[in-house]
């Protein structure tokens, strides 16, 4: 009796916690995918090079000599003007054709090659480090937390509030929300469309910097970083319905709980058969995913 | 010429036009890479034609079904693991790996297909990417495959008498008619009421049900061809190379078969065959110069996607069918 | 049509190794400067043109000039035999060198067989290249798995006798392999197994194993994760206090030189069995430090080392054999002596796998230092070779 509390305890008590830590880092890499795709219909392929350049810039600051802090604030917004830019000057022009779902993932795919060669010869292939700002551990209940984890979770935890409560609570929101729902009734309501479009897309590409910045202590700084996160996002985004907020949140919670205890008991080189798997199986019950577009719910 | 009044990048005369161009250019590399003894540019040309059917498998998607798929390198990958195991392990034939590889393709295909088919636009390009990650994963980790060293050893296949692949010319030929005779095999099949099954699912496949057609029936059997197809070119590499490796059937390779369609002309088919040799050449060329060949062909495909979105053959396809046209109009020219 | 194909190949040859006699020697290099492994190719890179730049300046090979020629493998076999192809045959190269992974290394060797011509790997250290999959063109100057797993056993049995070892590998073929290696080895000198756990490549999280870890108690954890797998293993286990009171250990990828950095104090007392060390106390490899870091402004790593010998090695075959003739050259290269920073190698005749004396070295204040040494002779376990 007293191994199974054990068990319970020492076992799976961290592993569900660990798993927690992890999944708080995929939600806010598919909460990015998913808005974006939500709002523009665009599946960013380049989604993954936009948060290892968000990492590469909490280096670039840090090495100018500014404290974690001031990297963590500066970075999503920088992020945000590269989003924008990019948007507009790369993404608008194909927007309006035909076959704009096919374009826009080339498009991106294309950038994402690009940019991480562009990361390889501005830093180099080698990987990097970024110093944890808080140290030490925390011992809960006779388990074991890194204080900056802790951290994480938290920050994490809040960026997933504040965006809910930006697309669901503010006019801004309502304004993105009505523009994914209908774009023509929206523009001729005087919505300003392309620039809700350039802004959106950018909201998103900071979601991704901002991920880079808080996940690059644990995880380090290397060019092919995001490649890591793609097909686990990938996923998460399609089993909570593209363009879902609440579809992306549990999605990616479940699944990374999924991974994290199914790693107990078989070899975690299936954790990849097993996630697809499970996308299959939901997108066969629900083609649509969890839930619903960006404009519905 | 009936049908110049649709200057369409499927314009059937220009495109033949394109077609004859490519294997005649072709022969015409052949007789002379065989008269000056070459034998790297002949193999390298043989590659640029193996990769032209991958690409070949992706255009029949992409560009005649609508279906973008990015995980196409597994059928590739499978055909050249079943050719190599079947060269190496069970009997030297060109003819023999050939057919296992082309059974192992479409029933791999079929299965995919039933996976993969039910989901749309973005959904099916995702689910194929996972599709082939996870085999690609599977391969990597067993032993018996050879894990991440791949299958070396696989000696030069059989094809008749006297002949094989291990002669550069002669295999760059019997290269050239497999991949010719696939083009033809296609464009036929486009022709049939399938084909024109396809290019209604293309345009609006909503509609489809009501013309009293089951538009998923049609969409799995083009996955199967298209599985098929890539087969068979996967199945010519090892016969070339003389070794497979898990890297054949990761999203490089599937990433570089979409390149070559877009660059050569989405839904021209031969587009497919004239991006992979443009490609093939132009990073043989730049890897020596830079270790950044990767900006070059990403700044490349980025242009191409905004500004020739048509790629090479759609755009220059409705020019030269304009010029047929003026030709024939004239009384100069035409047939 | 396959005797036709051979003589016309042997004749081409025959023409161009008479026309290339007076000209430099082409020395082609096959390695990714691109991709997963470019920082290891970066090490090889500079390895080689060190060693270009005083062989030339010395007088060269015979007198005549070494001339590297250059070719990015992206880390991708099918590339990697590509490139090769086309330095065989378009720069007619004498002799060929680079490749990285264990796949490159396998597939490049079949197409130096077909064109007969000689290559080494101064990197891969799959046994099988120089075991069960060995081939007459190819040769291995680095120092192989087993050899490794044998100076680090070495040195496990001797500080750390009947320890109780938890092992972290990479779930693939070749991480599953190097710690089935290392555990016959250290399980045959007196060592336990406590727990076994395998994390995927490029794996983001290594906290769901530390549960595992924990529970069992080692006093000894290896692990043969490489690259940036190590810097997230080893930050994450310094985050989570797991490095205390426990001795790590690991394969000679695990803490380079290039990840050093990125690990930072959590590296510090990590130990693994190498082929080569900055810290090995000679003259020669005081001086070859010197030199590279005033070339390249960064510190050798086993991989520059060792493809800083290679050139070494095939100067003093060409030199022996008086010809860069293959059969020459390879008759030459068997059982050749010839010295490198880590002092005077050996090449077996039988398996052409290199000889050398191993160390086990400890991270400490970011330098490797040597802690043990496993003559050569003990190192290299028997010849398994039967190709030749």
Redesign the interface.
Known sequence: MSSALDWLQFVLAPQMVNGLSIGVAVVLMALGLTIIFGLLDVINMAHGEFYAIGAYGAVALIGLGMSFWWALALTPLLMAVLGYVTERGLIQRVFHSKDRHTLTLLLTFGVGIVLEDVLKIVFGANPLRVEAPITGATELVGLFFPNYRLFVMAVGGLLIVAVWVLVFRTSLGAIVRAAAFDRYMSASLGVPISRVYAATFAFGVALAGISGVLLAPIYSVFPTMGRDFVLIAFSVVIIGGMGSIKGAVLAGLLLTQVQSISSLFISPVWNDPLLFGIMVLVLMWRPQGLYGKLGNA | MHDQAKPSAQAPSASRYFTWLFFLGALVFALGAGLVGDVFFLRLATEALIFGGLALSVDLLLGRVGLLPLGQALFFGLGAYVSALVLKEWHNSFWLSVTVSLVASALAGLVGGIVAIRAKGVYFALISFGLAQVVSKVVFNTRDLGASDGIIGVPGAAIFPGLTSADPIGFFLVTLATIFGLYCGLTYLMETPFGRQLSAIRTNEHRIPFLGFDPWRYKLLAFVVAACIAGLSGALYPMLRGFVSPELMFFQVSGNAVINVIVGGTGTLIGSLYGSTLLTGLKSVVGSFTAHHQIVIGLLFVVVVIVFPRGLIGYLSPLLQRRLSFRHATGRGGQ | ??TK?MT?LIA?TFTVGAQAQTGPIRVGVVTP??G?Y??IG?QVKWGLDLAAKEINGGGGVMGRQIELI???EEA????A???A??L???GKVDFLTGTV???ST??V???AE?NNRLIATTVSF?D?ITAD?CSANVFRVNARAGMQSAALADWMASTKPNANVFYLGP????GRSTVAAFKSAAESKGAKTVGEV???L????Y??????M??ARPTVIYTSVA??DT??LF??MA???LNRNVQVVGASGTVTS??L????SAADGFVTGVGYSTSIDSAENKKFVASFEAANKAQPDLYGADSYGVLFFYKAAVEKAKSTDTDKVRTAMRGLQWATPQGIKTMRAGDHQAMQDMYAVKVNGGKFEIVGKVAAATAIGPDACTKF
């Open positions: 049509m396959k194909l016309t081409a400067l691109s997963t470019a920082g970066q250059y070719e990015d991708n076999p099918a590339v035999v590509q490139k192809e086309k065989f045959q378009v992974n264990s796949g396998l597939a060797g079949q197409v077909r799959a099988s999959k779930d693939y073929e070749m395998f994390a995927p490029d794996n983001k999280d906290s769901p194993f530390f549960g595992q924990r529970s690259g940036n810097v997230r930050t994450q985050e989570f206090g290039q990840n950095k990125a690990i930072g």
